[in-house]
C-alpha cells in the first residue's frame, strides 16, 4: 500500500524532447557544462544517451574562432572586424539533425535545448574574457538576420529566437541592429569563395549601434547570434557594418556566438 502510494507522489518521467525516451534517470547522465540554473533545467530534459552524444568544444584550439581543430579559415582571413567567436558544438551528424528538426521540421520544442547549449558558449566566452562573476559584460545582443524570401519560406529566425532566449536569461538587451539586403542561396552548398562574394554588402545597419544605457566614452560590446559557423565570411560581414554604424563615442567591439562550429 505505501508503495502504491508513493508512485502517486513520485515525479511523472518527462519524455526527453530529442527521442522521446524518459529522461528520469539522472544518476547515469553526464554532467552539464552549464552553471545558469534555467538553462541547466532544460538540458536536463534530455535523456542520457541525447545529452553523452552532444560534442561540446571544451578546448578550443582556435583562440579566434574557438573551432576544436586548426582553423586556416582565420590564417586566410585578412581582414577581421569582430574580436573573436566561441561556438558550443561541432557541427557533426547528429548536430546537423537536431537543427533540421528545429530549422525544417517545424520542432519549435527543441528551442530552448539549443539555447541552452548556446549558453555554454556564452559563458566560456565571459570566462574568457574574466567576466565570470560580472553579468552582463556585454551590452546588446542581437543575431543575424535573415532575408525576407528566407524568413517567409521558415516563418521565424532561428538565430533571433536564440538571442531573444539568452538575452531573458543573461539580462542583456536583444535589438535587431543588421537588415540582409538580398536573397542568396542556401551556403552549405557554396566554396569558401562564394560564400565571402555572397555576404560582401549584403547587410545593412538598421539603426545606429549608440552608447545609449552605457557611459559615453565607453566601448559597446556586442554579442552578434547565428547558429553555424562554417568560414566565418556572414559574422565578419555583420561585424563590419557594425562596427562603422557605431558611435564616435561609443566604439562597438563585436563578438560572434554560434551554436555550432562545421
Known amino acids: 500500500m505505501l508503495t502504491q502510494i508513493s508512485k502517486w507522489f513520485s515525479a511523472t518521467p518527462v519524455p526527453c524532447p530529442l527521442c522521446?525516451?524518459?529522461?528520469?534517470?539522472?544518476?547515469?547522465?553526464?554532467?552539464?557544462?552549464?552553471?545558469?540554473?534555467?538553462?541547466?533545467?532544460?538540458?536536463?530534459?534530455?535523456?542520457?544517451?541525447?545529452l553523452v552524444g552532444i560534442p561540446w568544444i571544451v578546448a578550443p584550439i582556435c583562440r579566434v574562432c574557438g573551432r576544436a581543430e586548426?582553423?586556416?579559415?582565420?590564417?586566410r582571413r585578412k581582414v577581421r572586424y569582430y574580436n573573436r567567436s566561441r561556438c558550443s558544438v561541432r557541427y557533426d551528424s547528429l548536430m546537423k539533425d537536431w537543427l533540421a528538426l528545429y530549422k525544417y521540421r517545424g520542432?519549435?520544442?527543441?528551442?530552448?535545448?539549443?539555447?541552452?547549449?548556446?549558453?555554454?558558449?556564452?559563458?566560456?566566452?565571459?570566462?574568457?574574457?574574466?567576466?565570470?562573476?560580472?553579468?552582463?559584460?556585454?551590452?546588446?545582443?542581437?543575431?543575424?538576420?535573415?532575408?525576407?524570401?528566407?524568413?517567409?519560406?521558415?516563418?521565424?529566425?532561428?538565430?533571433?529566437?536564440?538571442?531573444?532566449?539568452?538575452?531573458?536569461?543573461?539580462?542583456?538587451?536583444?535589438?535587431?541592429?543588421?537588415?540582409?539586403?538580398?536573397?542568396t542561396e542556401k551556403q552549405s552548398l557554396k566554396t569558401r569563395q562564394s560564400r565571402v562574394n555572397d555576404m560582401m554588402g549584403n547587410f545593412a545597419a538598421t539603426s545606429a549601434v549608440d552608447s545609449t544605457d552605457n557611459l559615453p566614452n565607453s566601448v559597446h560590446r556586442i554579442i552578434l547570434i547565428d547558429d553555424v559557423y562554417t568560414t566565418g565570411s556572414t559574422i565578419n560581414e555583420c561585424a563590419r557594418v557594425l562596427k562603422e554604424s557605431s558611435a564616435p563615442d561609443s566604439p562597438a567591439e563585436i563578438y560572434g556566438l554560434l551554436w555550432a562550429r562545421s
Not at 522521446?20 to 544518476?27: C, K, L, N, P, V
Not at 552553471?35 to 535523456?47: E, I, Q
Open 20 to 50: 522521446g525516451r524518459s529522461s528520469a534517470q539522472t544518476s547515469s547522465k553526464p554532467p552539464i557544462p552549464v552553471r545558469h540554473p534555467a538553462a541547466r533545467r532544460v538540458l536536463s530534459t534530455l535523456c542520457a544517451s541525447c
Open 70 to 75: 586548426d582553423c586556416q579559415d582565420c590564417v
Open 107 to 183: 520542432h519549435e520544442k527543441l528551442e530552448p535545448v539549443l539555447a541552452a547549449m548556446l549558453a555554454f558558449a556564452y559563458e566560456r566566452l565571459n570566462d574568457e574574457l574574466g567576466s565570470r562573476n560580472t553579468y552582463p559584460f556585454f551590452h546588446t545582443i542581437t543575431s543575424v538576420p535573415l532575408a525576407p524570401e528566407r524568413l517567409q519560406e521558415r516563418g521565424f529566425n532561428q538565430a533571433e529566437r536564440l538571442a531573444v532566449q539568452l538575452s531573458q536569461w543573461y539580462g542583456i538587451r536583444c535589438r535587431p541592429l543588421l537588415a540582409r539586403l538580398r536573397h
